[in-house]
């Protein structure tokens, strides 16, 4: 896991930093210099840090930052983190869909009922009581703009 | 089941209102108003719709609510995409965005998706006048001192497509003025700073915001753009000094927009009387002698344009021929 | 002077001015705790409101809810690894984590603690500041800025990970910030930079909702991954004593925490290095105060010293940022900028007069970061042992809460789904750089310091050619850089040496 993400990582910075100096040469001077005396450093030490990890598959490097915790692993790990992205990606969607306000409180919902396993009583009540504070505070004291989801849309409301 | 009929009836009601409301007086009655504005909280532009906001509903009919959303990004062409396109034209939104779309417009920025000349206009609350203004303990004192010195001055500026930028890029371009423009300061509250240390001489920037300074005999203006403001009649306009009549041109129509300084519109297509009470509200409010007190505590100058004025400003910048929009296009770049 | 000092005070403790400043200080503490509304907005909507105060008590409003706002947003930080303000993203790093080992209630006693002795301290540097502002702050010009910030990326990247690999590593990701600093429109020629014709990207991306993803979203992830409460099956009895034990932790590494207000302090004073900058920089310095390898390992563990540098720092900020706004009228920082607008409605006009003819209203300012600080950390610690407690409740009630206010605080950055787009992607980023080990830090301070770098470098050159490489301030700061890119690398040999003598 931990060279894996480091391997995804060291490329993907490769790749961008490569694209990033190729589309910086069309600039006149004074718009690329900086990004080209960033990015071709950039790019060579993602370079020498991809070798690193090929050349190297044992070392690891610790940065002075939490750790994903380990009390999970394998399969139950890989497991629960596609569905955490799962959760998020249908939270994402939900808000295209159905806007904010109702994208919220099914999110809350459904989190408590399937995730959670509580009864509909209490997951009822909490979704009521957070998404009065959501509409409280971000609707009716901010005036944030919530755009409509695209159902209200096709549905004409 | 009562009131679920009655709120089928209420909603249908809603629903079909604004088509048979001819023959209805207009009223916003319960209603919300929302102002659009095209910047962050805090800005120049933010804070006008928000003194106009608290204002505008004892002016309008049915005392509506009226609130201002911020709706930054991409120099505001997001939020003028948003209200000509997605808003309904039902009265109910306004847009406040910058001066300078007219311009995007004009030398087709992509992402503009909207035409100046089709949104229903209320009108202009404030007109913006740009000053170019030089360090008070230089020996110039006016601005033949300064192109007689024989000197360059340093001037500090944000970017391309701010007035700090332009401006003097256009004095140096085409009135021959010898100037060293620094560009890549943060805020033009930076640039101030910059003059206090003298690491550059002099900024162009808004008459309103360089108050301050100029009160405290920091900086004195010496040479302003075509709109003008109560204290700097005297001083030599820019578009007056050209040398011919390209360089007018395009001198001309960098300072239109600041004519409309602070444009109000709406979705095209709103209904004429909506358009008519909300210019009336407009030029009302901001007579109001509450308005005028606290927008003189905040340092701002409203004054009233109606929408037909503005529009004809615009329509005029947008008429140009291809020659002077390819001439002003060498130098100026939309922007902030 | 001291007449000055007392009046000020005696003009905050009025009742109206005292009432006003209850009312900004219970405002800030929400906003503070909620992410994505950030001081700077709730500023700019509460301006309308003054204009019928007087100035003591439109400023006892205003700063009292600004002086709050970095206070309790190292609560959000701490508690969820949600950054509640962007200039408290610092103290996720070991804030959370301590969080996470059950000590939640020491590492907000220590936060709060640190903000409070910050804020005195920046409040003590602008009244100690009056008289020798001016020459201060003129004496940092561009090329200055340039420097500061170049330290300030070499500090972090150089500090954040071990071994030449992990330095690698930093260098690598405050690059990558610097890169991302680039999108948008250049002030030089006003090329739209990697904005690939999106009208988004035109004006750069906002820090919050980016700061959001790379912080927030491993956090969320590895919560639901683990399945339990934040604070993992500790047990809880500990979580009541905390909040006590973190306030005697600041008086243990006490100097730590003044040397970190003052860098605060210091940071706030300069023009246009923005809020964001001064926690960082604290933090760099309070890894760097370790005094041994084995010492260093234990940051981002939950080392409480590294709560302590930046609580102290972004509340010192303050302070600081204030004396440019007050001597030359010129804001220190975004909120600052706002609170000019507030100067002008109020009927004053910053600059030299303001330490002068009205040098009580001056000092009266003072007196609300003063006060309105100690009230909040006083009020916090009534209930600080139950916000601890969240930290033990089930995971799947705080999930999907933590998910809707990661969400809606990335959205309020510009009202715009790009920003929640924005923050999934760099939350990808961020679990990455989470999972393979690489340090977030640098390349959250290359970001917040890309356009100043960029700028500055450019102003120093059109406008001193190179001779801006000799200024001596300049020079003194290059050897800082050097200085501190070598420090962890003799650091590591000369504990190697000193092992192998032992051995």
Not at chain 1, 55 to 63: F, G, I, N, T
Not at chain 3, 87 to 106: E, N, P, S, V, W
Not at chain 3, 261 to 280: R, Y
């Amino acid at each position: 896991m931990h060279s894996k993400a480091s391997l995804i990582l060291g490329a993907g910075i490769v790749l961008v930093s490569g694209a990033a100096i190729v589309i910086a040469l069309d600039w006149p001077l004074k718009a690329r210099l900086f990004p080209l005396a960033i990015g071709i450093p950039v790019f060579c030490m993602a370079m020498a840090e991809v070798l690193w990890g090929l050349l190297d598959p044992a070392a690891r490097s610790e940065a002075m930052e939490f750790r994903l915790s380990d009390e999970a692993q394998g399969g139950v790990a890989v497991r629960r983190t596609l569905l955490a992205v799962a959760w998020m990606a249908g939270f994402s969607a939900a808000i295209v869909l159905l806007g904010f306000p109702s994208a919220i409180a099914l999110l809350v919902l459904c989190y408590l009922r399937l995730q959670g396993r509580e009864g509909w009583i209490v997951s009822g009540i909490f979704t009521l009581v957070v998404w009065a504070l959501f509409y409280t505070v971000f609707d009716r004291l901010l005036h944030l703009p919530f755009p409509a989801g695209l159902v209200q849309g096709w549905l004409g409301l | 089941m009562r009131n679920a009929l009655a709120f089928i009836a209420a909603f249908t009601l809603l629903a079909v209102a604004p088509r048979a409301g001819v023959a209805q007086p207009l009223s916003f009655e319960g209603k919300t108003i929302t102002i659009v504005c095209g910047f962050k909280a805090g800005g120049g532009y933010d804070r006008t719709a928000r003194i106009l906001a608290r204002h505008l509903p004892k002016y309008l009919p049915g005392t509506p609510n009226v609130i201002v959303q911020n709706m930054p990004g991409a120099n505001s062409i997001t939020a003028a995409n948003h209200v000509y396109n997605v808003a309904k034209p039902d009265g109910l939104t306004i847009g406040t965005f910058n001066r300078n779309l007219v311009l995007a417009q004009l030398t087709n920025v992509r992402g503009v998706k909207f035409d100046q000349t089709k949104f229903a206009w209320i009108g202009s609350a404030a007109s913006e006048s740009t000053v170019l203004a030089i360090r008070s303990d230089l020996p110039y004192k006016t601005f033949d001192d300064l192109k007689k010195s024989g000197k360059t001055l340093v001037i500090g500026a944000t970017g391309p497509g701010a007035n700090t930028y332009d401006f003097p890029l256009l004095l140096k371009e085409l009135l021959g003025v010898d100037l060293k423009i620094v560009s890549g300061y943060s805020s033009s509250s930076d640039i101030m700073l910059a003059i206090e240390r003298k690491e550059v001489d002099a900024r162009a920037g808004s008459y309103t915001s360089l108050r301050p300074f100029i009160d405290r005999n920091l900086v004195h203006p010496v040479i302003r753009a075509k709109a003008i403001e109560a204290g700097i009649e005297q001083l030599p306009v820019d578009e007056n000094l050209a040398p011919n009549a390209r360089a007018r041109a395009v001198m001309a129509l960098r300072s239109a927009p600041e004519v409309v300084g602070r444009p109000y519109v709406m979705t095209p297509g709103t209904p004429d009387d909506i358009v008519k009470a909300m210019r009336d509200a407009f030029s009302k409010a901001i007579k109001d002698p509450e308005l005028v007190a606290e927008a003189k505590k905040g340092k701002m100058e409203l004054e009233f344009m109606p929408g037909d004025e503005a529009l004809r400003i615009v329509k005029e910048v947008l008429a140009q021929p291809k020659e002077i929009v390819d001439d002003f296009r060498k130098y100026i770049k939309f922007g902030e | 002077m001291i007449d000055a000092l007392l009046e000020g005070l005696l003009l905050v403790l009025q009742w109206k001015a005292f009432a006003f400043m209850l009312l900004g200080i219970a405002l800030g503490f929400w906003v503070g705790l909620l992410p994505g509304l950030g001081g700077v907005t709730t500023l700019a909507l509460m301006l309308p409101f003054i204009y019928a105060m007087s100035p003591v008590e439109g400023f006892a409003f205003l700063l009292g809810m600004h002086s709050v706002v970095a206070t309790t947003g190292d609560i959000t930080s701490v508690l969820f690894g949600i950054p509640g303000e962007g200039t408290t993203a610092a103290t996720i790093l070991d804030g959370h984590a301590m969080a996470k080992k059950g000590q939640a209630g020491r590492a907000l006693g220590a936060a709060l603690a640190s903000s409070l002795v910050g804020a005195l301290v920046g409040a003590l540097a602008l009244a100690l500041a009056i008289p020798v502002v001016r020459p201060l702050v003129l004496a940092f010009g561009s090329p200055e800025l340039f420097m500061i910030a170049i330290v300030g990326i070499a500090f972090i990247a150089s500090l954040s990970a071990q071994g030449a690999r992990g330095m690698l590593r930093g260098f690598l990701a405050g690059g990558l910030g610097l890169m991302v600093a680039t999108i948008g429109q250049d002030p030089q020629a006003g090329v739209a930079r990697y904005t690939f014709d999106s009208l988004y990207l035109w004006s750069g991306l906002d820090l919050v909702p980016v700061l959001i993803g790379i912080f927030a979203i491993p956090e969320i992830v590895d919560l639901i991954v683990r399945g339990g409460s934040i604070a993992g099956e500790m047990p809880g009895g500990r979580l009541n004593q905390g909040a006590l034990e973190g306030v005697k932790d600041t008086f243990r590494h006490f100097w730590l925490t003044i040397r970190c207000s003052l860098i605060g302090t210091f940071i706030g004073i300069m023009p246009g290095l923005g809020g964001a900058v001064a926690q960082w920089l604290a933090y760099g310095h309070a890894v760097q105060s370790a005094r041994t390898v084995e010492e260093r390992e234990g940051f981002g563990k939950g080392d409480v010293r590294g709560v302590l540098g930046p609580g102290a720092a972004n509340n010192s900020k303050e302070g600081g940022a204030l004396i440019p706004t007050v001597a030359f009228g010129v804001p220190g920082s975004s909120s600052m900028a706002i609170l000019l607008g507030g100067f002008f409605l109020l009927g004053l006009v910053p600059g030299p007069d303001m330490l002068t003819t009205h040098l009580a209203v001056t000092f009266s300012m003072v007196w609300t970061i003063v006060l309105s600080n100690v009230i909040t950390v006083v009020a916090c610690f009534l209930f600080l042992n139950h916000l601890a407690r969240l930290t033990v409740v089930r995971g799947h009630f705080l999930v999907p809460v933590i998910l809707v206010l990661v969400f809606i605080g990335s959205y309020t950055a510009n009202n715009h789904y790009g920003d929640v787009v924005l923050m999934l992607f760099f939350g990808v980023v961020g679990y990455l750089m989470v999972a393979g080990g690489w340090p977030r830090a640098p390349f959250v301070l290359g970001l917040v310091l890309g356009k100043i770098v960029e700028n500055n470098l450019y102003i120093s050159v059109a406008r001193y050619e190179f001779a801006w490489l000799t200024r001596p301030i300049v020079l003194v700061l290059l050897a800082l850089a050097v200085a501190v890119i070598l420090y962890p690398l003799i650091q590591a040999r000369r504990s190697r040496s000193r092992s192998n003598a032992h051995a």
